[in-house]
């Protein structure tokens, strides 16, 4: 018993450095701008100002941000999800000369900064007429090699036998994937697929950069306009900031199980 | 030999991505298309209140102008409209304008992406007489002329402010004193009083090299002469001094890059005093509890009958794509910078009205009757002068930065940083 009261005090001591950020956006954005600026430890608000909320939903479009974020957000993450199986699959399973090599290439366009591609990125889509559409924020990020590394590293966790049963009774490379291999790496997939959306969901510099106009801008866009040189509307930028985090703390929780399972399965620490 | 050729090839790859960027000639026109050419696309920065003005002056003008309507586009931070700028010139795609400051604009004007306002200005039927041109502050129109570029105008004043000082009534009446310092061996006395009477140090200082450079023009100096800086200059060096001796006797301190905690700590009656930019007055009166609280004053002198200050802010670049699109953004800057819109725009932002006729505008009198602080910026205006224009200038200003904060660290001696400095600069500009 004293083991267990012990080891709930300790887990709660830990997590509240964790929470507590999220309590004082809480807290901040329901305070005035006079009292959000005031450095205090106190997290209740003198005046609970609801309509921050408001106030920092009519900013900006933001019904419209959240639509073409969520939609830009999924399809790419389909999109990953399906180009990291199919590239991992094939680097863990078949055989074919320079898979090595290949792969090598594929890791190292990880080590080449956002920042030294931003510019040949736009010159392409600029050149494709994909400037402010949504063919220029999805498109360029529908592969990653950090997806497919993790989908090879699960396929290579299956037996060869799978396979091997799998061809006996008459299976192809893409119904095997379908029907044997896929199922068994869901909880990697899930992680490939949360990654995904929230690299989307997150990103900034694109599609500030691709796009010219509210009706292709998203979330992490709107946020920026709470920041001028003047200064900064710090409880209004909480509010944003809480009801733009809500969604991607929700598909968290949804798909924590296989999160975990496919962090641990990948033998990634952090 | 497998992982050779494999090491080759990335070796390759990488030589490729650290190619020189394509640099034209200023002189030599290149073609640019509009990145839409249904509008003029305008990137800008101003967020909030400012961005509803904004949209609401375009609309206006949109509404009563044939020609291209003219579309704002928030473009995030200037350092964000310029990565944007950077990519669109290597996709020979440009907008309309663009809002930039001096480093940015000169790096336009190097790709040959920007047009020169002397050519707009100087035409017969479109451009400014002498007259309209003889309403703007010299320091304005000054401001956009580039040296390195054949001392032409690349660029239209557009958000323009100064270094002020917002200074606390209260924290000074702790001290017994009644008055902001008229000069810099006042600002020091009463920041020691004001240590004295309230423990706390007088002045919280965002380290910023126009606030450098401001100082150092207080102080009756230079930054910059002929083909070097002036770093090691008695004025300079006075500069240096004054902030070593803030920082020794604890009376200043440095805040966190790219934050405004000087101004809260100002709202909050920590401190007497911050040097901010006079466009930030609206923000800092939203911080204020009590409107009698606070004021603002020019920033102290060595000499205050030879006043001097900083002139900030950003300018337009129009780029250099269709007739329609110059001829469209040429007409919004000529009606942006309007007596009457200058004024609307000076009143609801805090920017300063770019003209001399301001002044007389019944606008601009009933506001200033009504606020009479908000007329200190304006006033500072007659001997505001920008930094310079020079290539390499925005890597000095990091240098600047980089002394302040040793001496406000107590990590190096005020001769010594100004001799460093000088060396360093110069030899950054040098290299251009």
């Given at each position: 018993m004293m083991r267990k009261i012990l080891l709930y005090t300790a887990l709660t001591l830990g997590a509240l450095p964790m929470v507590y950020p999220f309590v004082w956006m809480l807290a901040t954005s329901l305070k005035g701008l006079q009292e959000a600026t005031t450095p205090t430890l106190?997290?209740?608000?003198?005046?609970?100002?609801?309509r921050n909320y408001l106030d920092a939903l009519r900013a900006a479009p933001f019904g419209r941000y959240f639509f073409n974020t969520f939609f830009v957000a999924s399809v790419t993450t389909a999109f990953v999800m399906v180009t990291s199986t199919l590239a991992g699959y094939v680097f863990a399973r078949l055989q074919f000369r320079g898979r090595g090599l290949l792969f090598g290439l594929v890791l190292a366009t990880?080590?080449?900064?956002f920042e030294a591609t931003l510019i040949p990125n736009f010159v392409l889509v600029s050149r494709l007429g994909w400037y402010n559409s949504y063919a220029a924020l999805i498109l360029p990020w529908c592969a990653n090699a950090f997806s497919i590394f993790l989908m090879r590293q699960a396929f290579l966790g299956l037996p060869a036998d799978y396979f091997n049963a799998a061809r006996i009774d008459g299976c192809g490379h893409l119904r095997y994937l379908a029907y044997v291999g896929v199922p068994l790496v869901v909880p990697m997939l899930t992680t490939v697929g949360l990654f995904a959306f929230l690299a989307s969901y997150n990103s900034l510099l694109w599609p500030l950069v691709v796009t010219g106009d509210d009706s292709m801008r998203v979330v992490q866009v709107g946020?920026?306009?709470?920041?001028?040189d003047q200064g900064v509307r710090v409880n209004l930028l909480m509010c944003a900031s809480l009801i733009v985090m809500l969604p991607t703390v929700a598909l968290y929780f949804m798909a924590q199980r296989h999160f975990v399972e496919g962090i641990t399965g990948s033998g990634i620490k952090s | 030999m497998r992982n050779f050729f494999f090491f080759c090839l990335l070796f390759g790859v990488a030589l490729i991505g650290c190619g020189p960027a394509p640099v034209q000639n200023h002189a030599s026109r290149v073609q640019f298309t509009p990145i839409n050419s249904e509008v003029a696309a305008f990137w800008d920065r101003q967020t909030t209140d400012n961005a509803v003005l904004l949209h609401a002056i375009t609309d206006e003008y949109n509404a009563s102008h044939n020609g291209l309507p003219v579309k704002i586009v928030q473009t995030g931070n200037y350092g964000d409209i310029y990565r944007k700028v950077t990519a669109s010139i290597h996709a020979r795609t440009l907008p309309a304008m663009a809002a930039s400051y001096g480093a940015m604009t000169l790096e336009y004007a190097k790709a040959g992406a920007v047009v020169s306002f002397d050519t707009l200005i100087d035409h017969p039927e479109t451009g400014l007489t002498e007259r309209e041109m003889a309403d703007f502050f010299p320091a304005v129109i000054e401001a956009n002329r580039y040296e390195d570029l054949d001392?032409?105008?690349?660029s239209f004043p557009f958000t323009k402010s100064v270094l002020v000082l917002f200074y606390n009534k209260r924290v000074l009446a702790k001290a017994g004193i009644d008055a902001p310092p008229a000069t810099w061996d006042a600002f020091l006395a009463q920041c020691r009083a004001i240590k004295v009477a309230?423990?706390?140090?007088a002045w919280a200082i965002d380290v910023d090299a126009s606030t450098v450079n401001a100082m150092i023009f207080s102080m009756g100096?230079?930054?910059?002469r002929g083909k070097e800086t002036?770093?090691?200059s008695q004025p300079a060096q006075r500069t240096f001094a004054l902030l070593q001796t803030l920082a020794r006797e604890n009376l200043a301190y440095p805040i966190p890059p790219r934050t405004f905690n000087d101004e809260t700590a100002l709202a909050q009656d920590t401190i007497a005093f911050c040097f901010r930019p006079s466009s930030n007055r609206p923000y800092i009166e939203q911080l204020m509890?009590?409107?009698?609280?606070w004021g603002i004053a020019p920033i102290p002198q060595v000499d205050p009958e030879d006043p001097h200050t900083i002139l900030y802010g950003a300018n337009i670049s129009i780029f250099d794509t269709t007739e329609e699109q110059r001829a469209a953004a040429w007409g919004f800057v000529k009606a942006f910078t309007s007596r009457d819109t200058s004024v609307r725009w000076s009143i609801g932002t805090?920017?300063?009205?770019?003209?001399?006729s301001a002044v007389d505008h019944p606008d601009m009198q009933r506001f200033w009757a009504q606020?009479?602080?908000?007329?200190v910026a304006f006033d500072c205006l007659s001997f505001a002068k920008s930094e310079p224009n020079r290539l390499g200038w925005q890597e000095v200003r990091g240098l600047i930065e980089k002394t302040a904060t040793a001496l406000l660290a107590g990590i190096s001696d005020a001769p010594q940083a100004g001799a460093d400095l000088k060396r360093t600069a110069d030899a950054v500009l040098a290299r251009q």
């Open positions: 106190s997290l209740l608000p003198e005046q609970w100002l609801w990880m080590m080449i900064p946020l920026t306009v709470f920041a001028g | 001392g032409e105008m690349y309230t423990g706390n140090p100096g230079e930054v910059f002036l770093f090691d509890d009590d409107p009698d609280a805090g920017y300063l009205p770019i003209r001399k606020n009479p602080r908000n007329r």
